[in-house]
Nanobody
Framework: VQVAESGGGLVQAGGSLRVSCVVS????????VGWYRQAPGKPRQFIAR???????QYGESMKERFSISRDDASNTVNLQMNNLKPEDTAVYYC?????????WGRGTQVTVST
């Protein structure tokens, strides 16, 4: 399984950005895809997860400004981020989970300027 994030970049505070995660390879058995982020010097933080059935789960306080969705035709899971704040600056990671393995991408940098 390969996981690849894209869509990061520099955005001003108050702006919006959408990051995308493409899952490819042997995707049989993948039951959910999630987004996490890690800021310098901080632990990795859970943002959201979406299952094959479309069920969504959000981390604490994430649902207010973040929205996860999936496009099965392209094996893509998107994370829409609105009203971004400087404290949202981090590397954003995607992972794909099956019963036996969790596959991570390399991350995409999101920087929010004041």
């Amino acid at each position: 399984v390969q996981v690849a994030e894209s869509g990061g970049g520099l955005v001003q505070a108050g702006g919006s950005l959408r990051v995308s995660c493409v899952v490819s390879g042997n995707t049989n058995g993948i039951h959910s895809v999630g987004w996490y982020r890690q800021a310098p010097g901080k632990p990795r933080q859970f943002i959201a997860r979406i299952t094959n059935f479309g069920n969504k789960q959000y981390g604490e306080s994430m649902k207010e400004r973040f929205s996860i969705s999936r496009d099965d035709a392209s094996n893509t899971v998107n994370l829409q981020m609105n009203n971004l704040k400087p404290e949202d600056t981090a590397v954003y990671y995607c992972n794909a989970e099956s019963r036996i393995k969790t596959s991570w991408g390399r991350g995409t940098q999101v920087t929010v300027s004041t």
